[in-house]
């Protein structure tokens, strides 16, 4: 890559040239099970039918009140509670960065367990915010003490609980959450990305809260090139973030996928299914396979420990299996591996590269 001329040196911001940008693997031709994406496509006959409803379309025109048409149905598929309102972003990431925006006042900081998702950070970093990283447990679980403790201390204007967490795939203690929430004096985001292969949900909960905000995305359900995340949470609030949401964020394009795939949900929600048995048969495996440590999961990603990642990772690499190596990201994460759930073939193959790397 050429150098940074000195005159853009000034004129870039110095924290923003001193940050990584959000790194993305190369994977042509890998089985890949890095980015907990679905790795089913849809059926042939649906995509033949999603392609001639995307070739109808007016794509010399803006956006238009379909995108309500939309939000409707995903408040209807997540049983919004009566009171809240939905918002939607180019992906969650895009809602992560709008709240950011939305709430950074003097002095204000976002607050989240670690290791957790990477984007609670880098928001709060892009926009001069201060970063609370709480560690959790040596076992993954929440620190209650830290987490009350910090959050006494800096009086976060947002936390993020992501529900199950990223990269360790459990979901917390309810009475904790309580505490938290309690305990916040600015907005509690239960970020429920991996929500389809979830055993709980916040949903039923969230009625009772006039601060907390519910993150979703179509991503891991099977859309992730899509670019589709929703946020729910009371009117009023909504009404207020909504307001720096660039104008005609969800193209044309991504409502009429989104409205298509809620339409077939239940050929989603099969193939969650299939990832959800296929995520049973892969923990026993890794389990039972002697140097491997495996995390429970309820999420499509399984956490492993192996004696040595950075061997493991390329071992399995040069096996034309991608993995993620999240063993840098975080001390508890020490040696650590993310596996993406795939399918029965891609998991065998998954599992013998990782036995022959070990
Ligand atoms: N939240 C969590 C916890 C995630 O792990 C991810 C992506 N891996 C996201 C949000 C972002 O999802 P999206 O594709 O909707 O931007």
Not at 227 to 245: N, Q, S, T
Not at 284 to 303: P, R, T
Not at 308 to 337: I, P, Q, W, Y
Request: proline share 5%.
């Amino acid at each position: 890559m050429s150098a940074l001329a000195p005159r853009f040196k000034k004129l870039i911001r110095q924290d923003v040239q001193s940050m990584h940008a959000y790194a993305v693997q190369e994977s042509a031709g890998m089985v890949k099970l890095d980015a907990m994406e679905n790795p089913h496509r849809l059926p042939a006959a649906l995509q033949a039918h999603l392609g001639q409803r995307l070739g109808a379309l007016a794509l010399n025109r803006y956006p238009d009140g379909r995108v309500n048409d939309l939000r409707r149905a995903l408040a209807d598929y997540a049983q919004m509670p009566e009171g809240f309102d939905i918002m939607l972003g180019n992906g969650s990431d895009e809602l992560i960065s709008l709240l950011a925006m939305a709430c950074d006042v003097e002095g204000g900081s976002i607050l989240a367990p670690l290791p957790g998702f990477v984007m609670y950070g880098m928001s709060a970093q892009l926009q001069g915010l201060k970063f609370i990283g709480v560690p959790l447990t040596a076992d993954f679980e929440l620190d209650e003490a830290a987490m009350l403790t910090a959050i006494a201390e800096h009086q976060p204007s947002i936390i993020y609980l992501a529900y199950p967490n990223n990269p360790t795939a459990n979901l917390w203690d309810d009475a904790v959450i309580e505490k938290i929430i309690a305990a916040a004096p600015g907005l509690v985001v239960l970020d429920e990305a991996y929500q389809p292969f979830s055993s709980k949900s916040y949903i039923d909960r969230l009625a009772g809260h006039s601060h907390v905000l519910l993150m979703r995305t179509l991503s891991k359900f099977g859309l992730a090139g899509v670019r589709l995340g929703y946020m729910m949470g009371p009117k009023a609030l909504i009404a207020e973030i909504d307001k720096v949401r660039p104008p005609y964020n969800i193209s044309v394009l991504n409502y009429e996928c989104a409205l298509f795939a809620l339409e077939h949900r239940d050929v989603f929600a099969g193939q969650a299914q299939d990832l959800v048995a296929q995520r049973a048969m892969l923990f026993e495996a890794l389990a039972a396979m002697h140097g491997v440590k495996a995390w429970k999961s309820d999420a499509n990603m399984i956490l492993i420990r192996v004696p040595d990642a950075s061997k493991t990772f390329e071992g399995m690499k040069a096996r034309g299996v991608l993995v993620k190596n999240v063993s840098k990201m975080h001390v508890l994460l020490a040696n650590c591996l993310r596996l993406t759930v795939g399918t029965a073939d891609e998991n065998t193959q998954m599992l013998a590269a990782l036995r022959e790397s070990l």
